[in-house]
C-alpha cells in the first residue's frame, strides 16, 4: 500500500467551499480509480489554508500511471484547482519494517547532520549563496550572442535555479520561517516589528517571482537551442532587486529570527525538521509534480 500526501495551500476566506468541493471529486472522480483504497483530509491547526489530502493506493503507478494517465485526473483538477495558490507538494510513503530503537537513534543522529537540522537558520544564508552565484550566467546570457551548446547549458542551470530554487527558497521562508517567528515573537512592539518584515519581504518575493516568470520564456527558447534574446534591463534590476533582498534579509531579518527562534531550542529544532523534510524529499517532488 502507497500513501499518497498532497500538502496544497488554498485562497483565504475559501475553506468551505473547498472542503465541499473536495469532497465530492474524491468521492465521485478518483474513488473509481483503479487501486484507490480510501482518503483522509486534513486542515492545519495553525495555518487553516493549508490541508493535507492523504489518499491510498494499492501501488504507486495506480496514482501515477493509472490515474494521471486517465480522463479522471483532468476532472479532478477541474474541481479543484480554483482554490489552490500555489502548486500542491505531493509525496509518495509506503511503510517500512520496524527496525530495534539503537538502529533508529543513530539513523537520526545520520540524518541531523547534514547541517539543517542543526543550523536552520544558516540554511537559508547558504541558499541565497547558490541562488546568487548563478547571477553571472543570467547576466552572461543577456549579452547578444549566437547560441551553443554551451549557452543552452548555461540557460538550462540558470533556468533549474530560477525556477525551482527561488520558488522553493521564497515557500521556505514563507511557511517555515516567517511562521515560525512569527508565532514566537513577544506580542506588541516585537510582533509588530517582525510582521512589518515579514510583509515587506513577501511583498518582494512576489516582485522577485514576476520578474523570473518575464524572463522564463526567452530563457527557456535559449535552453532549447534557440535564438533567443534576454531583456539585459530587465535582468540586471533582477539581479540588483535579489542581491539586495538577500542582504536586507541576511542582516536584518535572519539574525533577528536567530534572536527570537533562539529563545526556545525546541521551536529551533523544529524548523530545522521542517527544513530538512523539505530538502530530503524535494527529488521525489521533481519526479512527480503536482496532484
Ligand atoms: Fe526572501
Ligand atoms: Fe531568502
Avoid at 35 to 57: H, K
Avoid at 73 to 84: L, P
Avoid at 164 to 175: G, K, L, P, S
Avoid at 179 to 199: C, I, R, T
Wanted: glycine letters at 4%; hydrophobic letters at 45%.
Amino acid at each position: 500500500m502507497i500513501l499518497e500526501v498532497a500538502d496544497i495551500r488554498i485562497a483565504p476566506g475559501r475553506q468551505a467551499e473547498f472542503e465541499q468541493a473536495v469532497h465530492h471529486g474524491l468521492q465521485t472522480v478518483i474513488a473509481k480509480s483503479k487501486g484507490f483504497q480510501g482518503y483522509q483530509v486534513r486542515r492545519s491547526i495553525e495555518s487553516p489554508e493549508r490541508y493535507l489530502l492523504l489518499l491510498e493506493w494499492d501501488t504507486l503507478e495506480d496514482h501515477t500511471v493509472g490515474f494521471r494517465g486517465s480522463a479522471a485526473f483532468a476532472q479532478w483538477r477541474s474541481i479543484v484547482v480554483d482554490f489552490f495558490v500555489q502548486p500542491p507538494f505531493t509525496e509518495h510513503f509506503e511503510a517500512i519494517p520496524a527496525r530495534p530503537l539503537a538502529d533508529v537513534e543513530v539513523a537520526l543522529r545520520t540524518s541531523a547532520h547534514d547541517g539543517t537540522m542543526d543550523k536552520p537558520i544558516q540554511d537559508f544564508s547558504d541558499c541565497h549563496a547558490d541562488i546568487v552565484s548563478m547571477f553571472d550566467d543570467l547576466t552572461a546570457l543577456a549579452r547578444p550572442q549566437a547560441p551553443t551548446p554551451l549557452r543552452r547549458d548555461m540557460a538550462n542551470r540558470v533556468m533549474d535555479v530560477l525556477r525551482d530554487v527561488v520558488t522553493a527558497h521564497h515557500q521556505e521562508e514563507e511557511a517555515e520561517l516567517f511562521s515560525a517567528v512569527l508565532a514566537d515573537a513577544v506580542p506588541g512592539e516585537e510582533h509588530a516589528k517582525v510582521e512589518s518584515l515579514v510583509n515587506r519581504l513577501v511583498a518582494e518575493h512576489r516582485r522577485v517571482e514576476g520578474m523570473v516568470a518575464q524572463l522564463v520564456p526567452a530563457l527557456s527558447a535559449m535552453a532549447s537551442g534557440g535564438d533567443a534574446s534576454l531583456d539585459a534591463e530587465a535582468v540586471a534590476v533582477l539581479v540588483t532587486d535579489y542581491r539586495a533582498h538577500a542582504r536586507f534579509e541576511e542582516e536584518t531579518f535572519l539574525p533577528l529570527s536567530q534572536t527570537i527562534l533562539g529563545r526556545n531550542s525546541d521551536h529551533m529544532a523544529a524548523l530545522g525538521l521542517a527544513l530538512h523534510i523539505r530538502h530530503v524529499s524535494d527529488d521525489v517532488r521533481r519526479r512527480f509534480g503536482s496532484i
